[in-house]
């Protein structure tokens, strides 16, 4: 690739002095160089010599949604094909127990080319504990007790489409700090199927438009803007925005 390319937002992916792999996006062009702002958020000055075009990775590992087989609730399927119109590689999987997440998240979730990690399934506030679990076919995960699962996803935005894992903001911090990752995203409460799905386009289409957006303001954003627009869950218009971002 010719010194001329990598215009400002363009994904690259390169290998920094330190020897580890970065991705990130192109935010200045310098004589023989490039600013990147790396998906961590650092800002870097990279030879061009050393930078690869990288598309943006979205890896989705989504729980079955309905005990019945004949069932055909399912929403990676659908995300996976709109990602696509932004010329993101959507990797797809269906997980059922905590072996099946912990194999994914080491085999791709660590890969430096994806970008989010996106988990749906079902979630609950544990009986008893009042701490977050996400609730798989046949395991149930307490996120605070169990955060090692994400370890090793540094840099990541984990988006977990989820009902009530954001009431337990204790266990999204425990998350982000045992994976490392940029942001964690939840829901505060009950969400139905509808929402999740418009609000989840919403902060995809931000995060991936804009450069070196920030996940938090991002999530502030979007949840003001369906909470103003009447958006309703449950049948009700929340009395505030049921996003959550650590």
Known sequence: MSKSSFEVNTRVIFKWDDGTRRRGRVTCKLHGSRRVVTDSGRYLKVPVGKLKLSPDRVLILEGRLDRNLKSGRTYGPMMQQWLS???????YERVHTKADLNHFLRKEGKNVATRFVHIMSHGSMSAGKRSAQIELTFDDINLAEHASVFKGLSGKVIIFSCCDIGADEQAMIEVKKASGARAVIGYRKEVEDAYTNLAEVMIYDRLLRMTAASPAN?????????????V???????????????
């Open 85 to 91: 119109a932004y010329g993101v590689e959507a990797l």
């Open 218 to 230: 991002v999530v502030a954003q979007i949840g003001r803007l369906l909470h103003d627009m009447g």
């Open 232 to 246: 309703r869950t449950q049948n009700c218009r929340a009395k505030k925005p049921l996003l959550v971002c650590i």
